[in-house]
């Protein structure tokens, strides 16, 4: 028959947790150093992991100033502007932009109805004025330089009534949430100036004259930028 090993008991000095020992003289050597357990060993600032969580380096972006809980010396949005973003000063060619574009009304279920940009459009243009209805939200910026060119257009068509940004201020079609650049009420004429970003909207263009045109029953002309 095996002997039972004598076991030699204590309690830990802090939480009173029972320990047994196998020898006498670890025993000894346990109440001379007034040893405790494992738990309250390593519990507290003991705990190699303490506060572990917390000691993370905190720094500072060096363009915005934001702090940033990691060792990098800029945050994200700033390390991707400007210079350092690697598509900087690079532009897509004309077939990846039609991709994009295709794949933009794929992820969209396709494109709205002309109908629902309209109603977007007004609603958004009445929810902007209820915001703000001491400013005039929802009257486009217009070019300056453009005034001179429909005035002269506008001269060579015999308009004398032709209302623009300058004078009456741009006439604003309501029900399609629209305004246009010059505009004659009495001979039905809208005059448009197109700048060189309007080569890059040739389709949606399109669409909003065929609207000011069945809506307005007008005489649509357009004058490009000169490049």
């Known amino acids: 028959m095996k002997k039972k090993l004598k076991n030699?008991?204590?309690n830990c000095p802090k939480c009173e947790t029972e320990l047994i020992y196998k020898s006498q003289k670890t025993l000894n050597?346990?109440?001379k150093n007034t040893s405790v357990c494992n738990s309250c060993r390593n519990s507290g600032k003991n705990n190699p992991n303490y506060q572990s969580g917390k000691s993370k380096i905190i720094n500072y972006c060096l363009d915005c100033g934001n702090e940033i809980s990691q060792r990098a010396y800029r945050c994200k949005p700033c390390s991707a502007s400007g210079k350092l973003n690697p598509f900087f000063n690079k532009t897509h060619n004309i077939d990846t932009i039609k991709k994009i574009t295709i794949s933009n009304k794929r992820r969209g279920g396709g494109e709205c109805k002309s109908s629902t940009r309209q109603k977007h459009r007004i609603n958004l243009i009445n929810k902007l004025k209820q915001l703000h209805p001491n400013f005039p939200i929802g009257s486009p910026m217009y070019n300056p330089n453009s005034i001179s060119i429909i005035e002269q257009k506008a001269k060579e068509l015999g308009i004398t009534d032709l209302q623009h940004a300058e004078n009456s201020g741009e006439f604003h079609i309501k029900e399609l949430g629209?305004?246009?650049?010059g505009y004659s009420k009495e001979k039905n004429v809208v005059i448009e100036?197109?700048?060189k970003f309007h080569n890059r909207t040739k389709e949606r263009d399109l669409q909003r004259q065929k609207e000011i045109t069945k809506f307005?029953?007008?005489?649509?002309?357009?004058?490009k930028e000169k490049i």
């Open 178 to 181: 629209y305004w246009v650049d």
């Open 29 to 31: 050597a346990a109440n």
């Open 8 to 10: 030699y008991k204590r």
């Open 216 to 223: 307005l029953n007008c005489e649509f002309i357009i004058i």
């Open 193 to 195: 100036y197109y700048e």
